[in-house]
């Protein structure tokens, strides 16, 4: 297992070696602690729990206070878990930085997308709308029908319409890390990551090769 928890900077651009401009999303990543290590004799899974972002003793709560000081660790306000799915090979209050990638890997991020707030049915779905013209008036943006006549004579549920959009867990799969400075811990992964600036994502290694 190789993970960590990151937060989203924005989006720039690198130089390739031919002269190619690539785009790419930098995620400040790390450092991280190893806050708790769960075991299948004792949790009934393996797992490693991950805590990120320093912060005042004061922003936590008392609970977890009193969880990240049996590793004498510093107050983290974002803690995740990842599933192992072999032997775990980490210690608790151990340290990752952003090297424990290389450019070259192929990874997995996870993030919250952009909330939009309530949308309409052509900007939430992707729907076409109406004709812009033949006596139409006010329905071009509109879904249209969204119901049969008597049978079965109700919206059926599921029926994409209206609503609010965004705000969501998303996976954006098989990225390539395009560059690493574990100096400023920094990771660069060609193309978009889902999620504001400033926004936490979860950095894995792939799952589908």
Do not use: W
């Not at 729990?49 to 049996?70: A, D, N």
């Not at 599933?83 to 209050?93: A, H, K, L, P, T």
């Not at 890390?177 to 889902?194: C, E, F, K, S, Y």
């Amino acid at each position: 297992m190789r993970g960590i928890i990151g937060r989203k900077l924005g989006m720039t651009q690198v130089f390739a070696e031919d002269g190619a401009a690539v785009p790419v999303t930098l995620i400040e990543s790390g450092p991280c602690y190893v806050t708790q290590v769960k075991t299948r004799e004792k949790d009934g899974y393996a797992g490693v729990q991950l805590g990120f972002g320093e912060t005042s003793v004061r922003r936590i709560s008392g609970g977890r206070r009193g969880h990240l000081s049996r590793n004498t660790l510093p107050a983290l306000r974002v803690l995740r878990e990842f599933r192992v799915r072999g032997q775990v090979e980490y210690q608790e209050g151990q340290k990752l930085t952003a090297d424990l990638f290389a450019a070259g890997d192929r990874v997995d991020i996870v993030g919250i997308s952009k909330g939009k707030g309530f949308q309409g049915g052509m900007k939430r779905h992707g729907f076409g709308g109406g004709p812009a013209t033949h006596g139409q008036s006010d329905r071009q943006r509109s879904p249209g029908s969204i119901g049969a006549t008597s049978t079965p004579g109700r919206v059926l549920k599921g029926t994409r319409m209206a609503g609010r959009m965004g705000g969501d867990r998303v996976t954006a799969q098989n990225l390539k890390v395009t560059l690493v400075d574990a100096d400023r811990n920094l990771i660069a992964v060609r193309g978009a990551v889902p999620g504001p600036r400033g926004g936490i994502v979860i950095i894995s290694e792939v799952r589908k090769q």
